[in-house]
């Protein structure tokens, strides 16, 4: 009986210990996801289109081109205008999801950064 209380014991200090070890990695993350989306919030506002393309992973810059990042933004801009406030939702499959306000409409905006805080997924879609 004493081994087995011993052995939770000691799953739940390992438990434990993994939860402690995995809170900075998390609380960085949220920090980088928090920057960016912060800057893209400004610079889709201000209609920066250089500015927004520099959030875009390498790959991303590729698939989109600068072209293809202005004709999303300008198209979203005159849609829905300004993005008055991003309000976190979840993390999902390394997804993060935020209420995107606008001044017309309020969406869905799904996000997904590299490892250097770069763009390599996003999309607005109805709630």
């Known amino acids: 009986m004493q081994t087995l209380n011993l052995m939770n014991t000691m799953k739940y200090i390992l438990l434990l210990l993994v939860c402690?070890?995995?809170q900075p990695l998390?609380?960085?993350?949220?920090?980088?996801?928090?920057?960016?989306?912060?800057?893209?919030?400004?610079?889709?506002?201000?209609q920066n289109i250089d500015a927004v393309f520099e959030l875009y992973s390498a790959e991303m810059q590729e698939e989109m081109t600068k072209e293809g990042v202005a004709r999303f933004i300008k198209?979203?801009?005159s849609q829905f205008g300004n993005l008055k406030?991003?309000?976190?939702?979840?993390s999902a499959e390394g997804i993060n999801?935020?209420?995107?306000?606008f001044e017309k409409i309020?969406?869905?905006?799904?996000?997904k950064l590299n490892?250097?805080?770069?763009?390599t997924t996003i999309q607005f879609q109805e709630p």
């Open 20 to 22: 402690i070890a995995t």
């Open 97 to 101: 999801s935020y209420t995107a306000t």
């Open 75 to 77: 198209g979203c801009h």
């Open 85 to 90: 406030n991003l309000t976190f939702i979840e």
């Open 115 to 119: 490892t250097d805080g770069k763009i």
């Open 26 to 46: 998390l609380a960085q993350d949220a920090v980088i996801y928090e920057k960016t989306t912060k800057a893209f919030q400004e610079n889709f506002n201000a």
């Open 106 to 111: 309020s969406l869905v905006m799904e996000l």
